[in-house]
Structure formats: structure tokens, C-alpha cells
């Protein structure tokens, strides 16, 4: 039996007291030992951010990436070896500011793999500005005098582009964040996963408090995962309202099930040896 | 009679079909057992603007476009205005009497002028009248003499080629011998510059774009992902039509910065990876560049120049991302940088690219241009060198049970550590783009971080040793020794033959691997050189800089152009001829 301990690092944890992701780190590992995937198989992509620190904490195949690009390399792993599971990880900066648009054509792909943002509403990591899913006014150092925007919608925009599983978790919440996680790893094709995420350090305004009085469970109001309709309404509700589990999952082809030349071994187990291409040059005559 | 030697240009709006008929043209040519170069120029544009295409012919090999011209087809007005002074005074003039004229002095006496109706005898051929360029393929036959039969065969391979209704062809042969008549009609006399068609030696022909994709399907690239940029697209298309027969897999990303991305996570993995892209594109990759230097990743970026900054001249020629490149991305990491100078270089040098790549666990840039990546050269297939395949350092399963303590990152004495790959039991570790030490924990110690920037440069020290010195090629005992990188070489090639001809002894060295410099042998060169020119295709001279930084050396002169044009051997032979 494969446990937690299997898949940790020698490396010390160096976030803050009460940081979110010391939730979702062991609700992370508890869904892969759950689960049976054995360290070796799995690749796990990071960002850059205070969740991506976590590269150094996991024991299997950890690629700490640059801010944003998780996904692009995420894609080039699942491509280059799709019997490996792809996990990648980035936090709400990487993922909805500096890298929005990988994630949407992610999205898109439905290429196998799960996509967990570390969301606390905030760039912690450079001290605490605003990040596109901080709420509209709040008060940060970058916007001293509240933020101007909208805040950005992830699971909505998840959904309409074509990602066939998004679900939204809790940090305060090990068990249903890490039955979500699993559910999204088990998932065929691209598995999204918005983890709301405390960040006691610098949000002081998104606390636990103030989730609590937010946060309920689709799985107790009636929800239909796979109606698209719901999943829509779901997610766009007002933020006094944020639905936690599987707001959308269907069944669609892969992106690797739609390359011929992956339907029979993994990329990286082809010979490159004796590839003979005398004929086609013969076309060029 | 100037038998099968002789230059053919054809111009025309965008839209009028002058790359499609060129490049059947140049196809012709090689099927008449002749050896061809061709150039195209067109704007960025998908209608309107001014397109020419030329191509040189010879029965020997042809290794830049040559000037002047013997045949002009003219399309329209333009082309007789914009072309008439890169005319032999012997040439021949065909333009188009739907809508060009030729005023009186505008041609020698010597020139011969025919006025053909392309449009009005594509239309009574039953064919359209975009036929006009089928039209002007028949008339250049024409001219040369040769017969219909080529024209008619490439006809047809260019319309099954392109899917098209078998009748399009038929209609499209009649256009074309509609032109050919006319012209036969027209002559006075038999045309000066003529084609014998000769027996086939087996030559291909391949633009060196055409030559690096199958250079690297040939070295076991099998992943490529890419987001089109002129001049590099014709890659991404060769990759993506080639996928099913090859077993690669091609991803058209959304930007660049997810093309070098996914390539770099595929060669983590162990595949053979690679991107391409433009200047603007690379500027995109610069970050994850630097990543694959601190990850150690293996990948190949192909980064095919255009004049700059900013957009540029997106369809014109340059040389000018050379210091761009050498110096892309934050910080210092080693990096192999290499230049290839013709077709058949382009072919072997990818190779070695992906060769370099892994052994170094390094990013590979290979530099083309518009010049050599769009421009078609007859080889022969034997020329085309195979490198045999080196996979690097990896590890394996067996090797992590019995090493239990697995260092992705050991200091070795090339600096080079053996990988483990994503899936292999007992190698898990973090691929790092923070500084790391041995284990790939991230680490800010002062002493580690020193010691593996240095673990780091001892690969490019080991790099410096493997990559081959350059060698000078032509006359020994020079009056001048030009240095040279990428596309200028065929330039270069065509100007020293020339100038041998008029009693000059010049010699040239191609430096194709640009990183790591090899600057012991060009000090060499240097010392043994009479008289040294740096021949350029931009304004500051940028290899120029390099040498100097790498060497301490100048040289006597530099030969630059930066007008989007590429060299042509008659303007170096002129400058040459100053110079001396």
C-alpha cells in the first residue's frame, strides 16, 4: 500500500503557518497513494509562486517550470510519454494572469491531464498585490486604492472552452478536496481543479471566515455534473455563493487519442534508429 | 547559344501565381537534368504588391542566384519597369500586352521585346485567366527551345499535387501551349539562350527548409510543435503532412512561448524535440530558453531570420539576430549555436543539432534565413550526409536500483549529468529552472550556486572540444580571406569562382558552429590571412563583434548589406575588386 510518505521529499516545506497549501500538498499525495499511482509514474509540472515551491517537496518526476508555462510543459510530457500520469500545478497568478492563454487552449485540447490552481486571491510569493481573481476593490499593494477590475472566472471559463472535468475545492476541506482531486486525476482528458486557497500571511480579507460563510456542496444541493446548463449556473453565480466538488464532467476524446501516432506505444518508446526516408526525398525530384 | 546556362525571372501581382509557376519552372529545370538555384521576393501579402521569382540554371551546380537576367517574364507593367535594368543585353523581354507596355528606349536593340496576350490566350485555351503564369510557363519553353513536355509534366504534378479536378490540368496544358506557340510564332530566330534536356542524374530538389525537417525526421525528431511564423512555416507544414507516415507528433501551439514549452517537456522526457520560429518568435521563447539551459532540457529551436526590428520585412532576408541569439534570455548558460550555409548543410547540420543537444542536455539554436530556408537548390541525394545518432547519458533502471541515491544533477568532469527520465523507477528528482544543487532541491548557497554555474560551463568547455573547427575553402595564398556565417556562403561560393576567372586568388571560412566560437583556428586564419573581410548580411556587422570579443582580432573590412536582399555574387565581386 502506497501512502503519503511515499511521494515526500527530504526537502523541508517552506511555507507559512496555516498557508493553504499545507493542505493541499497532503491532499495531493493521499489521492495518488488512494489511487495506486506509484511516484515514478507520475510527472508533476510547477509553476512558479508559493505553490510551485512545492516542486522540491514531492518525491516523483518534478519539473519546477517559469511563471505561467506549467501548462506548454505539462503538454509536452503528456505528448512525449501519455502512460504517465500529468499532473500540473500553479497558483492563481501563474495560471490566470501570466499564463490565461495556455490555459484556455488547454481547455480546448482536452489533452489528458489534471491542472490543480493553488487559488488564494493573491500574489503571495511577491508579498501580496492583486491577482485576477482577487475581488473586485480589494485593497492590495498594487491597487492601494482598490482593484478596478472583475475578477477573473475560472471555472466558467473552464467550462465553455471545452474542459471536460472542472471541479472547485477547499483548502480548509482535506477530505472533499482530496476525493476532488482524485475523481480529477481518474479523469480522461483535461481535469481542472480551482482550489480556493487561505493565505493567512497576506489575504486578510478572503480568511476562513468569510469562505465558510461563502463555500456549500454541490453534491447536497441537487447539482448535475453532467448537465451544462447547471455547470454554467453554477459557476456563475455571485460570490457570496462558491460551489465546492464537480461543477462539470463529461466524456469526450483525448488529444492523444486524436494523434494516429500515439495509438500504439508512447512517443518516447519509438527507435530513432533506421528511419529511412529515401523515398520521400525521391518526391522532390 | 548559351546552352542550358542562363537566368529566368518571372514578376507579376500577388495573386497572379508567380511562386507556383516559379517553382514548377525550377522543378522543369531539374527534370531536364540541370542543376538549379531560385529566389523568390514577394511582399506580405496575399493580394496586391509585386512578386518575382528567378531561377539560375546550369549544368553545374548553381550555389546562389545569379544575375543578370536572359529571360524576363513580365506579368504587368512593374515588371518590365522594376526589372529592366537587371537584364543581359542580350536578354529576352516577354510582357504582358493586357496590360504592360514597353516604351520605346527602354530595352537595348540588342534585348528582343515580345508582346504577348497571356490572359486573352488563357482564356481561349478555356481556361481562366489566373492561367496567365501557365501561359508564361509555356512561353519561356518556348524561348528555350526544349519542347512542351516538361512544361506539360509539371503542369500536371503541380494540379495532382494540389487535389485539383484532373480537366484543371488539361485546360491549364492548353494555356500553356497556347503561350509556347505564340512565342514560336514570334521568334525570329533561334533564341540564344536555349535548354537541351539531358539525362537525369538523380538530383532532388529542396529549399533549406525542406532539408532540415527531413534532416531531423532523419535524426529521430519525432516531436515538433511550433506557431507559424515567416520565413520558418514551410517546417511546421513539412512535419505536420509527414506525422502519420513518421509516427512524430506535430502540436500548431497558441504562441511561441507554448511551442518551445511543449518541446521542452518533450525532450525532458527523452524525445528528440524541436520548435521553429522567426525573430519575433524566438523573442517569444527567450525565457524558456534560459530554462532549458538551467533544466538542462535538450531541445533544437530553428530560428529562420527576417529583417527587423519589430515586424521588418516579414518575406524579405537578413542576418541580423546573430548577437540576439548568442546573448537570448536573463543570465549566462552554455549554448550551441550553429549556422548552416546551404541546403546540404542545413540536411547535416540539424543532425548533429539533435546529436549536441542531448549529449549536453543543452539547447541547440539553429540559425536560418529567408534566403537559405525559402530558396530551392538542385542536390544530389547523395550529398546529403547522414550523422550517425548519440542519444547522451541516460541512465537506467537497472543502474537507479543499484545507486539507490540518484543525483540528477551530479558534478561531473564534463560537467555532463547522466538523465533519468520521467517513468523510470528509482530517478525521481526536480527538473529545476531555480538554481539547484546536485539533487535539484532548489538552493541559494553561495558556495553551490557557484559550484554549478561552473558545472554548467565545464559542458560548454566539452562542447568547444566536439564541435569541428571551420575550414577555409578556396584559393590557397589569398589576396583576401572573407569569414562568412549561414546563407551569405552561396553567395560567396559564386563570387570567388568569379574572380578566379579574372585572375584572383580569394578564399573564404564559413564559421557554421557560432557557439562556442572556435577561436583558435580563426586567430589561425587570422595570422596566415593576407587581408580579411567580414561579409554580413545586416548593418553592424554582428559576427564581426563576436570574433572580436572571442579573438581580440578585427578584420581589414566589412562587406554588409541590410537592404532585405541577400547577397548577389556580382555586387561582392564589385566590392571585392575594390577592395583589393
Known sequence: ?285 | MDENNFNWKIGGEAGYGILSIGAMFSRAMLRAGQCVFDYAEYPSLIRGGHNTYEVSVSPKPVYAVRRPIHVLVALNQQAVDRHVDELADDAFILFNTDNAKVGEGVCKPSQTVIGIPFEELALKSGAERVSRNTVALGASFGILGAGMQLAKEVIELNFSLKKKDAQVAVVNVAAAQAGYDFVKKQLKKPGRYSLRIQSKPGRIILAGNDALAWGAIKAGCNFFSAYPMTPATSILHTFAAQAPKYNLVVKHTEDEISAIGCAIGAGYCGVRSMTATSGGGFALMTESLGMAGMVEVPVVIVESMRPGPSTGMPTWTGQEDLKFILSASQSEFPRIVMAPGDVEQSYQYIQSAFNLAEKYQSPVVVIMDKYISASHKSVDPSDLKNIKIERGQVVTENELADSPDYLRYVDTADGVSPRALPGMKGGMHVANSDEHNERGFSEEDAAERARMMDKRYKKQAAMAKEIPAPEIEGESHAELTLITWGSTRGAIQEAVAMLRDQGHKINFLQIAYVSPFPAEKVKDVFKHAKKVAIVENNKTGQLAGWLREQTGLSPDFKILKYDGRPFFAHELVATIKELL
Open chain 1, 1 to 285: 500500500m502506497l501512502n503519503q510518505k511515499d511521494y515526500t521529499s527530504s526537502y523541508t516545506p517552506t511555507w507559512c503557518p496555516g498557508c493553504g497549501n499545507f493542505s493541499i500538498y497532503p491532499a495531493t499525495k493521499m489521492a495518488l497513494a488512494q489511487l495506486g499511482i506509484e511516484p515514478h509514474r507520475v510527472a508533476m509540472v510547477f509553476d512558479i509562486g508559493c505553490s510551485s515551491n512545492g516542486s522540491n517537496f514531492y518525491h516523483l518526476y518534478s519539473f519546477h517550470s517559469i511563471h505561467g508555462r506549467a501548462l506548454p510543459v505539462a503538454e509536452g510530457v503528456k505528448l512525449a510519454n501519455h502512460s504517465l500520469h500529468v499532473i500540473a500545478d500553479s497558483g492563481d497568478g501563474g495560471a490566470y494572469g501570466e499564463g490565461i492563454s495556455h490555459f484556455v487552449h488547454s481547455c480546448r485540447s482536452n489533452i489528458d491531464m489534471t491542472y490543480l490552481v493553488h487559488d488564494n486571491h493573491l500574489y503571495s510569493l511577491t508579498k501580496g498585490q492583486a491577482s485576477p481573481t482577487s475581488n473586485r476593490g480589494m485593497k492590495t499593494k498594487s491597487t492601494p486604492y482598490g482593484i478596478i477590475d472583475q475578477s477573473f472566472n475560472p471555472l466558467a471559463t473552464a467550462i465553455i472552452n471545452g474542459a471536460t472535468f472542472v471541479a472547485q475545492a477547499f483548502s480548509a476541506d482535506i477530505p472533499g478536496m482530496t476525493e476532488i482531486i482524485k475523481q480529477a486525476i481518474q479523469h480522461r482528458g483535461f481535469a481542472f481543479v480551482n482550489i480556493l486557497q487561505l493565505c493567512p500571511t497576506f489575504n486578510k480579507i478572503n480568511t476562513l471566515d468569510w469562505y465558510k460563510q461563502r463555500v456549500y456542496k454541490l453534491s447536497e444541493a441537487g447539482h448535475d455534473s453532467g448537465n451544462y446548463t447547471q455547470a454554467v449556473t453554477a459557476a456563475t453565480q455571485p460570490s457570496e455563493k462558491l460551489p465546492l466538488g464537480i461543477l462539470y464532467q463529461i466524456h469526450k476524446p483525448t488529444y492523444e487519442e486524436g494523434i494516429p501516432s500515439l495509438s500504439q506505444m508512447p512517443l518516447v518508446q519509438r527507435s530513432v534508429d533506421r528511419i529511412d526516408i529515401t523515398e520521400s526525398l525521391k518526391t522532390y525530384n
